[in-house]
């Protein structure tokens, strides 16, 4: 079992940056693929970034590729998403999630485990 939880979500302008924090607790995090999903109103959850356990590969979704970067760090148990040059179309709810497996799927039925999710807003 593995409870993650999410932190940093908040409102900025288009243009700013945030930095997103998935914190893992239970079984060990190292062995876990994670991977960052969105949510926004009246969609469905779509993959935004996944990283291996190993650290590599990484994987993004097209739109922000160039704009966010994964990263973890196993030492503390924490994955993060560093999203720059955010836009109005950013804005959702974040999830992180983890799987077994060194492979980075892209559909959120792969993932086992989620946290509850933080809120982006990005205002025009």
């Known amino acids: 079992q593995v409870q993650l939880v999410e932190s940093g979500g908040d409102l900025v302008q288009a243009g700013g940056s945030l930095r997103l924090s998935c914190a893992a607790s239970?079984?060990?995090?190292?062995?876990?693929?994670m991977g960052w999903f969105r949510q926004a109103p009246g969609k469905e959850r779509e993959f935004v970034a996944g990283?291996?356990?190993?650290?590599?590969?990484?994987m993004y979704t097209e739109p922000v590729k160039g704009r966010f970067t994964i990263s973890r760090d196993n030492a503390k148990n924490t994955a993060y998403l560093q999203m720059n040059n955010l836009k109005p179309e950013d804005t959702a709810v974040y999830y992180c999630?983890?799987?077994?497996?060194?492979?980075?799927?892209?559909?959120?039925?792969?993932?086992?485990?989620w946290g509850q999710g933080t809120q982006v807003t990005v205002s025009s």
């Open positions: 999630a983890v799987r077994a497996g060194s492979s980075v799927p892209t559909t959120p039925n792969d993932y086992a485990y």
């Open positions: 990283i291996s356990w190993r650290g590599n590969p990484t």
């Open positions: 239970g079984r060990s995090f190292s062995m876990y693929t």
